[in-house]
């Protein structure tokens, strides 16, 4: 079984929303960092938004105030509530998540010990 499986993309007009999902196969213990990455060929891997075991969230500059991520422990899912979505936000977007929450918010991808295969979202002007 796939560790986490990502689910909730696809095509959307610009100003509309998204909820993304991830799903855990597993629990990721009180010290887990979740986090939403995304991805645009050519461009680097920009890390959307963190959240931690403990509680904390960050959001890139890019998407404060309209992306939204959530957890409910009691399915191991984390989710991601993109609103007024812009042609920009196209991408692959990825789930990740770590063991710990000392490298969270960190952009490195061997800072994580699970990532999804991806969801497409793309937005149309």
């Known amino acids: 079984q796939a560790p986490l499986v990502e689910s909730g993309g696809g095509p959307v007009q610009e100003g509309g929303s998204l909820r993304l999902s991830c799903r855990a196969s597993?629990?990721?213990?009180?010290?887990?960092?979740l986090a939403w990455f995304r991805h645009v060929l050519g461009k680097a891997r920009e890390g959307v938004a963190f959240?931690?075991?403990?509680?904390?969230?960050l959001y890139a500059d890019s998407v404060k105030g309209r992306f939204t991520i959530s957890q409910d422990n009691a399915t191991n899912t984390v989710y991601l509530q993109m609103n007024r979505l812009k042609p920009e936000d196209t991408a692959m977007y990825y789930c990740a998540a770590a063991v710990t929450w000392d490298t969270c918010h960190s952009s490195k991808m061997t800072d994580y010990n699970y990532w999804g295969k991806g969801t497409q979202v793309t937005v149309a002007s």
């Open positions: 959240l931690t075991g403990g509680g904390e969230i």
């Open positions: 597993q629990y990721m213990g009180s010290r887990r960092c």
